[in-house]
């Protein structure tokens, strides 16, 4: 369809083994980049916040602010029950973590920040790692590898590429600084990234790990959340008794990195940067 004659939040689709696509004209892709930099505006502000002595639930409330203020939605906030507007997974804690008054940073605290808005129906969708005060250079090491393995799996985000090019560049990046720092690091595989647009979670579901050149070719307009999750021991999960917050089996600390990101004819756009 030619993307002149389209309003409003409805894409156009692409289909893969019966599954659809949402393909995004390059008007659509810049009203998510407008989502995408209020989620980075949003990770901005709970990143100046976060300091030894604030509470998750504190830095929450910074972030439902930023969104609504900026005139989005917090996408989290309701997500099939969830009850806050980021995800503050500390330490052992991977993804999933709920913010609480009573959870208080610590000094040496590694704290993982994932936040989604939505503008004009249109989603963006990141996360961060913190570090809190002065912390172990391990856990310095293991969220600099998995900025490292989002950045690899970004820049495979090309016209043309197959999706799990981008799986399997997260992967080696992972490896690769596994071996530069001495000890291997665990990739989550029960989690990955995913699709996003009209919605926070489509199609296709894009995992951490694995063989290049298999999946759905990416092509202009199509936009998908990079999200590696490393551990720094073993890469099996357990889920908490709260039916959210996903930890370490080993009680290894993790890390958790995440970009909106659209395929254009010049590669790349990461939509979850703060704008100009
Ligand atoms: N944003 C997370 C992801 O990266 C999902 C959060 S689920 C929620 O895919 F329920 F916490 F919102
Ligand atoms: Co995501």
Known sequence: MNKGTRTGVRAVLARWRGRDIELKSPGEIDAMRVA????????????????????????????????????????????????????????????????????????????SVDCGAIVEGWHGDAAVTLAVGTVAPADLALSAACREALDAGIAAVRPDARLTDVSHAVQAAAEAAGRRDGSPYGIVEEYGGHGIGTSMHMDPFLPNHGAPGHGPRLVVGMALAVEPMLTGGDA??????????????????AAHWEHSVAVTDDGPRILTLPLG
């Not at 990770?43 to 972030?63: Q, W």
């Not at 099996?236 to 600390?253: K, M, N, P």
């Open 36 to 111: 995408g930099g209020l989620v980075a505006q949003a990770l901005a502000a709970v990143t100046a916040a976060a300091r030894p002595g604030v509470s998750t639930g504190e830095l929450d409330a910074i972030a439902e602010q930023v969104i609504r203020d900026g005139g989005g939605v917090p996408s989290f906030l309701g997500y099939h029950g969830y009850p806050a507007s980021i995800c503050a997974s500390l330490n052992e804690q991977i993804v999933h973590g709920i913010p609480a008054g009573t959870q208080v940073l610590a000094d040496g605290d590694l704290l």
């Open 236 to 253: 099996e999960t357990r889920e908490l008794d709260d039916g959210w917050t996903v930890v370490t089996a080993d009680g290894s600390r």
